[in-house]
């Protein structure tokens, strides 16, 4: 009785404290997403009116004259990116899955720990490394080199993603995949990977969203080509790059059209992101 | 660990008891009251009768509660088993109390037949049998119980001898033929009281051991103990 | 020589010992299980049932640091051979487990079919008859024979244990081992997998962890209770259940363990 007073007599200074707290926090939560919104809606301002059907389809104009498109860099950045995804979701998902499955003991957390590094390792070093391993040598900027540094920084990416999730799939399930007579690796691959696909899926999309705004990397290894090129060993036109350039640059017209390519390209990151949420939350759905 | 389940076994122990206790006294009343010639003791039996009664309703009704409610296992279910068994011995013994006060009341209506000297031991090896099957239940003595099971032949023997007695007085003389019939009748209600603290005696060594010792098994029962 | 006599037991367990690093859990158990029957075993937890259990389908050996000594007979071959592969000995002895664990992502059909077709077997007719068969014997064919491509997940707590031990059965295993596969389920699916075991004994031989000391006593024919690791009886249900030899066993039984 006497503790009930008690707490009752210091009711109203909680609740005043409560109602305090709660709308600081409020105003504290909004000031972070400001930036956000302003970035937001000064690309799409500034990009939305310069959108047109030639930004899509027709080439860089010579210096100097207005008009001509994106055409180079938007597929120059789709071949960067099917490239990288070859090469950084196969090794991504395999060292994921051995770190979830087999990593245990001082091997495991020696590699757990480097992927975490290589994660937090700034893009650039990634660029002049990949630029050191493979520019170099072949003496030239090529696709494949830009492909192969936009992988080293999706691999850490996808390796984290696909260990969190199988490290989700209860030990049962695998004992249950062992207890019907498989081999281990063929409960790791057939049942255990292939029910987190989602999950995985979802990872391999952030990876993507992540990658596809990368400029620092690709200066140094696929550097940029004004021209159509798809080819592997020669320079390609992305995305960043362009837009890094034309934005520099004293014209008009290029700042005009490197707000269009901005525009598309947080319209695309945007959407990889909001897709990943959806699918989140159906896996999540299923397994409630 | 203490349950609440074991207060409530020594709650149903309890009530066997009590109910054991009556009968002891009914018996005690109704021989004495023959013997001693005191015919207004049998009011006395009548009185046991409806309570040992009573008893009988509310031991069913608990066992039937335990075995819903508690599932015994092992040497409770056994105890829950036995009691059931006990409870409907007892009854009988309770009744088998008022047929020879009902017998006896007869009896000693007309002046006595003939000094008697077998049914007073016939009754005093009944209620110590009973008095030890009792016992033996209580304290879950199975060697007790056994003792008990030895006994049943003395008895079953005195009653054939009070049969052939009071045939040959029957013979002789046909106007003693009522009276002779009560008092058959009571060595009877005596030895149908010794078979049923056998058939206690019995439960209790099932209770104590699991051994069934029915029907012959009772080589087995002194093996076991 | 063997094959001559028959073997009246399926499963001979000698001096079987089973350790998690320094932890003995398991202490020198001997049983023999006879054919066709349902062994429960029973015991206060930790007291080394499970992991006894996994050692039957040389599932313990999977986990980090495990170790097992000693040797389990199936029909006369020891499983712990050196020579013998873990992988084929458990095609031989199947596991249902306490939560029902469907595997994701694949169907009903799928699910049931899932021990075949990762093992090599693609053939539709095989797989149709062996899925329905192993419905069947899991007493779950009639409620989902219209949608054995609804996922394995979709169903309920019940059905999906059902689901698992069906999955078990499809390959066919004498032995059948389940662990504690009731203590996640309402009281009317318990029923309905109880009985199910009841005639799966006609097919299989069963070995059932349980805690349920009603469950033991309704399904199983023997029962060993087992207490910090050791067997400490091991004997026909009924009269485990009624006369127990050993005053541990009784005690347990009886509730009276502190």
Same mark, same amino acid.
């Not at chain 1, 934005?247 to 992101?273: G, K, T």
């Not at chain 2, 005191?38 to 608990?62: G, W």
């Not at chain 2, 045939?167 to 009276?179: E, F, L, N, Q, S």
């Given at each position: 009785m006497i503790v009930r007073d008690t707490l009752a007599s210091h009711d109203f200074r909680r609740k005043i404290t409560h109602h305090v707290a709660m709308v600081t926090l409020f105003l504290m939560a909004c000031a972070a997403i400001l930036p956000l919104g302003f970035v937001f809606f000064y690309v799409v301002e500034q990009g939305a009116p310069a959108i047109n059907w030639d930004f899509f389809t027709k080439l860089p104009a010579p210096v100097g004259e207005t008009g001509g498109g994106f055409a180079n860099a938007l597929a120059g950045s789709a071949l960067l990116i099917f490239m990288a995804s070859l090469i950084g979701i196969p090794w991504g998902v395999s060292a994921g899955v051995y770190l979830s499955e087999y990593g245990r003991g001082r091997v495991a957390k020696i590699l757990r720990f480097s992927i975490d590094i290589l994660a937090s390792v700034p893009s650039i070093i990634v660029g002049i490394f990949t630029y050191a391993m493979l520019v170099m040598?072949?003496?030239?900027?090529?696709?494949?080199?830009?492909?192969?540094?936009?992988?080293?920084?999706?691999?850490?990416?996808?390796?984290?993603?696909?260990?969190? @999730?199988?490290? =989700? !799939?209860? &030990?049962?399930?695998?004992?249950?995949? $062992?207890? %019907?007579?498989?081999?281990?690796? +063929?409960?790791?691959?057939?049942?255990?990977?292939?029910?987190?696909?989602?999950?995985?899926?979802?990872?391999?999309?952030?990876?993507?969203?992540?990658?596809?705004?990368?400029?620092?990397?690709?200066?140094?290894?696929?550097?940029?080509?004004?021209?159509?090129?798809?080819?592997?060993?020669?320079?390609?036109?992305?995305?960043?790059?362009?837009?890094?350039?034309?934005?520099?640059?004293?014209?008009?017209?290029?700042?005009?059209?490197?707000?269009?390519?901005?525009?598309? @390209?947080?319209? =695309? !990151?945007? &959407?990889?992101?909001?897709?990943?949420? $959806?699918? %989140?939350?159906?896996?999540?759905? +299923?397994?409630? | 660990m203490e349950r609440h389940f074991d207060a409530e076994l020594k709650q149903l122990k309890d009530l066997i008891l009590e109910m054991g206790g009556c009968v002891e006294k009914a018996v005690e009343e109704s021989t004495q009251?023959?013997?001693?010639?005191?015919?207004?003791?049998?009011?006395?039996?009548?009185?046991?009768?409806?309570?040992?009664?009573?008893?009988?309703?509310?031991?069913?009704?608990?066992?039937?509660?335990?075995?819903?409610?508690?599932?015994?296992?092992?040497?409770?279910?056994?105890?829950?088993?036995?009691?059931?068994?006990?409870?409907?011995?007892?009854?009988?013994?309770?009744?088998?109390?008022?047929?020879?006060?009902?017998?006896?009341?007869?009896?000693?209506?007309?002046?006595?037949?003939?000094?008697?000297?077998?049914?007073?031991?016939?009754?005093?090896?009944?209620?110590?049998?009973?008095?030890?099957?009792?016992?033996?239940?209580?304290?879950?003595?199975?060697?007790?119980?056994?003792?008990?099971?030895?006994?049943?032949?003395?008895?079953?023997?005195?009653?054939?001898?009070?049969?052939?007695?009071?045939?040959?007085?029957?013979?002789?003389?046909?106007?003693?033929?009522?009276?002779?019939?009560?008092?058959?009748?009571?060595?009877?209600?005596?030895?149908?009281?010794?078979?049923?603290?056998?058939?206690?005696?019995?439960?209790?060594?099932?209770?104590?051991?699991g051994a069934d010792v029915r029907h012959g098994g009772r080589l087995a029962a002194k093996a076991k103990v | 020589m063997s094959g001559i006599v028959a073997n009246p037991y399926i499963l001979e367990v000698e001096k079987l010992n089973a350790w998690f690093g320094q932890n003995h859990a398991v202490k020198a158990i001997d049983l023999n299980v006879v054919p066709h029957t349902v062994t429960a075993l029973i015991g206060p937890s930790g007291c080394g049932k499970s992991t006894f259990l996994r050692c039957l389908n040389r599932l313990h050996e999977e986990v980090p640091g495990a170790r097992v000594s000693g040797q389990v007979m199936l029909q006369g071959d020891n499983i712990y051979d050196p020579g013998k592969d873990p992988v084929a000995v458990r095609r031989q002895i199947g596991m249902v487990f306490q939560k029902a664990n469907p595997f994701p992502a694949l169907s009903v059909y799928g699910n049931v079919a899932v021990g075949l077709t990762l093992a090599g077997i693609r053939k539709r007719s095989i797989l149709d008859e062996v899925v329905e068969r192993s419905l069947r014997h899991a007493a779950l064919w009639d409620e989902v024979k219209d949608k054995l491509k609804a996922p394995g997940t979709s169903l309920s707590g019940g059905q999906q244990q059902r689901l698992c031990i069906a999955r078990a059965l499809a390959v066919s295993p004498p032995v059948l081992l389940m662990d504690e596969p009731t203590s996640a389920l309402d009281p009317i699916s318990t029923a309905k997998i109880e009985e199910l075991v009841l005639e799966l004994k006609k097919e299989v031989t069963v070995i059932m962890v349980t805690h349920n000391m009603q469950q033991a006593a309704r399904v199983s024919d023997w029962t060993a209770f087992f207490l910090l690791g050791e067997s400490v009886e091991f004997a026909e249900t009924r009269k485990l259940f009624t006369t127990p030899q050993d005053s541990r066993t009784e005690q347990y039984i009886t509730g009276r363990f502190g």
């Open positions: 040598p072949l003496k030239r900027f090529s696709a494949i080199a830009g492909a192969v540094s936009l992988a080293v920084i999706m691999i850490p990416v996808i390796a984290r993603t696909t260990e969190e @999730l199988l490290k =989700l !799939v209860p &030990s049962h399930i695998r004992e249950a995949g $062992l207890g %019907l007579g498989l081999p281990r690796w +063929k409960v790791t691959l057939r049942i255990v990977l292939r029910g987190s696909m989602n999950g995985i899926m979802t990872g391999v999309m952030l990876a993507i969203a992540r990658v596809a705004g990368e400029t620092a990397p690709l200066l140094f290894t696929a550097l940029s080509n004004r021209f159509w090129s798809l080819k592997i060993d020669q320079p390609i036109a992305s995305l960043p790059v362009q837009i890094y350039n034309y934005a520099i640059s004293p014209y008009e017209d290029w700042h005009r059209q490197a707000w269009a390519a901005a525009f598309v @390209l947080v319209v =695309l !990151v945007l &959407s990889l992101n909001l897709t990943t949420r $959806l699918i %989140l939350r159906r896996v999540d759905g +299923k397994t409630r | 009251a023959l013997i001693e010639r005191k015919p207004e003791r049998f009011n006395r039996v009548h009185e046991l009768e409806s309570e040992i009664n009573t008893m009988h309703l509310a031991v069913d009704e608990a066992c039937v509660q335990l075995l819903a409610r508690q599932s015994p296992l092992a040497a409770d279910l056994r105890l829950v088993i036995a009691v059931i068994k006990i409870n409907t011995d007892l009854e009988r013994m309770g009744d088998q109390a008022v047929n020879i006060a009902h017998n006896g009341t007869h009896y000693l209506k007309e002046p006595a037949l003939k000094p008697l000297i077998d049914i007073p031991r016939m009754a005093l090896e009944v209620r110590s049998m009973v008095r030890d099957s009792l016992d033996a239940f209580v304290k879950q003595d199975a060697e007790l119980a056994a003792s008990v099971l030895d006994r049943d032949d003395s008895v079953d023997a005195l009653k054939d001898q009070i049969f052939r007695e009071l045939i040959t007085y029957m013979m002789a003389d046909p106007k003693t033929v009522p009276r002779a019939i009560n008092l058959i009748l009571i060595a009877r209600n005596l030895e149908r009281l010794g078979d049923h603290a056998t058939n206690i005696a019995e439960d209790v060594i099932f209770a104590k051991t | -």
